[in-house]
């Protein structure tokens, strides 16, 4: 398994570093883009990956103004029917705007690039920025986890050190952001997330300090080591090339922003 000569850093990748190193390592220098499960755990992690894939799309030709109702009311796969009319029934709330869909933003930092995904966003007329983000996973992340997630950090982030070429050649304030989390198995469940300029400060030092750590480590498995939390093992995708799938619950983690990976820009390391 060869290194590769690059690194994305994203969201998915910061959080995979904090998580577990070596999931890290894995994934971002070698590569293993989806190492395979237990054969037993197959086609349920194919069809989890592609029915996230499929309702983010139809995410997307809804924002362009593409009606997908009779699709996907008829589509014949009953979870993907009930998440969309948990949509129609209780769909996020954005104000009005220009609607962006599915948009990469990306900042330089430590003569690096981080990349935000963002499945939409929405230029109000008054300045803000309003960050939607569609969550397809079986579990409903807990909002106060959420919040403080890399995710969380890094669209906000990202948003206002990027966001004037969206804005109207506007520079977006921190006060001006909010992201609007939406999961599909509970539509009601996740409140706006705000942003401060204190927190835009904390984000920065947040991130610049764990790229300047990454980037001081050998390349080098040695310098990754496997996470210490059983419970991160359980939910992993490389667990079998760990040696840990023993205790493996059903249905592994996977980041809605890595669907399309391979086409996100790249930083040497």
Sequence with gaps: MSNGATIRFSQSSLSAYAQCPRRFWLRYVCRVEWPAPLSEEMAVWE???????????????????????????????????????????????????????????????????????YDRIVAAADGRIYIGDW??????????????????????????????????????RPEDVVLVYWHANAPAALEPISYSAREHDEARAKIEGTLAEIGQLPREESAFPMTEDGQVCKR??????????????EVVDIEDDERGWDNMPEDEW
């Excluded at 992993?236 to 619950?249: D, I, T």
Aim: proline share 3%.
């Design 47 to 117: 069809r989890a990956v592609e029915r996230g894939a499929q309702f983010h799309h139809w995410m997307h030709q809804d924002s362009i103004g593409v009606g997908v109702d009779a699709w996907a009311l008829e589509c014949g796969d009953e979870m993907l029917v009930r998440w969309w009319k948990n949509w129609l029934q209780t769909p996020a709330e954005f104000p009005a705007g220009v609607v962006y869909s599915e948009v990469q933003l990306s900042v330089p930092l430590l003569s690096r690039r981080l990349v935000a995904q």
């Design 135 to 172: 969550k397809t996973g079986q579990r409903v992340p807990d909002a106060t986890d959420l919040a403080a997630s890399w995710q969380t950090w890094v669209y906000r982030f990202v948003a206002v050190e990027a966001g004037a070429m969206l804005n109207g050649g506007r520079a977006v």
């Design 236 to 249: 992993c995708s490389y667990a079998s090339l760990c040696q840990r799938a023993e205790g493996r619950c």
